[in-house]
């Protein structure tokens, strides 16, 4: 369900969050070095900044936390439903339960499609909401999975929230269809989704508890692959100034061959050239707040063959040019 991107690309959005109220978060030097020492260190790093995100947004707004408890009670209110469409209703009886009939969380049926929506808590609409309320649906997200035994991943999520800038880190964040300004948050899934039974037992719930809803996050970082393996070794050679691997050097660095490199990382849902564009944005968009760096020297760093070809590379992937990122223009 998650990727290292998608990780990354939420401690981006934590950082712009945290800057909204004149604060600093830790960067993401610490949030990898915090990935090193496990899963669980990791999520002890983000639960804790997220939660001290959400009491600022709490006491702006003058709305009501969700507490740990709450979700506790959510998922033993949920664990004997026979399949999807009880544990959806179950939660949305829960919700009214806790948040009022008005602030519910709602099932509806579109045609061939199911959209369980949220009413978001807060009046202020910026990023910082965003990434609470993100949080709210990665819960959901990730209880529906951890119940099925399946990886759920929608057809497409709904943000009460007006569109972002095509480089905002929350286009990195989902992989579905994201639509704005509705009037709720809400994930959209196939009608037959629903039909998808409980498989776990109440008796399991105390293992997972803990992280929620971290324990999606968790599952990526925890996940030491070879996509993720093939990332590092690229991601130490850019940084010490070398030229970007080709595939050749990357299959001869993991002893086996071109082939065997591309076959393995497919199975892993990942792809060589991926990865390579990944990089390649994320050490762009690294090196471009430095303002002692030209443009044309970190396209030759990046291994471009001149400004050009790296400025249309970086308006694709951010979809505005280099010279239009704040720190070039402050």
């Known amino acids: 369900m998650f990727g290292l991107d998608r990780i990354q690309a939420m401690v981006a959005l934590l950082t712009r969050s945290f800057a909204s ?3 600093e978060c830790d960067d993401m030097d610490a949030f990898t070095a915090a990935e090193r020492q496990g899963p669980a260190a990791f999520a002890d790093l983000f639960g804790a900044h997220m939660e001290k995100l959400e009491h600022l947004c709490c006491a702006r707004d003058q ?25 959806l209703e179950r939660s949305g009886r829960f919700s009214a339960i806790v948040a009022g009939q008005e602030h519910s969380s709602k099932l509806m049926e579109e045609g061939d499609l199911v959209r369980f929506e949220f009413v978001s808590r807060y009046t202020t609409k910026d990023e910082a909401s965003l990434l609470n309320d993100i949080v709210g649906l990665l ?19 709904a943000l009460a929230y ?12 989902f992989d579905g269809a994201l639509t704005f300004d509705d009037p709720r948050n809400a994930l959209l899934f196939s009608k037959a989704t629903l039909a998808k039974p409980v498989i776990r037992r109440a008796e399991e719930i105390d293992g997972i508890i803990e992280h929620l809803p971290y ?11 070879l996509a993720t393996r093939v990332r590092s070794f690229m991601t130490s050679v850019l940084r010490q100034g070398q030229p970007f691997p080709n595939e050749s050097a990357v299959s001869h660095a993991f002893a086996m061959s071109a082939a065997t490199l591309r076959r393995r990382l497919r199975q ?31 396209a030759q760093r990046l291994g471009f063959s001149d400004d050009r070809a790296f400025r249309r590379a970086f308006k694709a992937w951010t979809g505005s040019s280099p010279s239009a990122l704040p720190a070039r223009t402050a």
């Open 63 to 87: 709305v009501p936390l969700f507490t740990p408890l709450a979700g506790e009670m959510m998922c033993r209110a949920v664990i004997n439903c026979p399949d999807l469409r009880a544990v």
């Open 215 to 225: 324990n999606v996050i968790l599952a990526a970082i925890g996940n030491r692959g």
């Open 162 to 173: 007006p569109r972002p800038p095509r480089s905002s880190p929350l286009f990195r964040i």
């Open 139 to 157: 819960y959901h997200l990730s209880l529906m999975s951890w119940l099925t035994g399946e990886t759920l991943e929608p057809e497409s999520i």
């Open 21 to 23: 109220f004149g604060l």
């Open 268 to 298: 892993e849902g990942a792809s060589y050239r991926a990865l390579r564009m990944l990089l390649l944005r994320e050490e762009a968009e690294r090196l471009m707040q430095d303002r002692a760096l030209t443009l044309s020297s970190v």
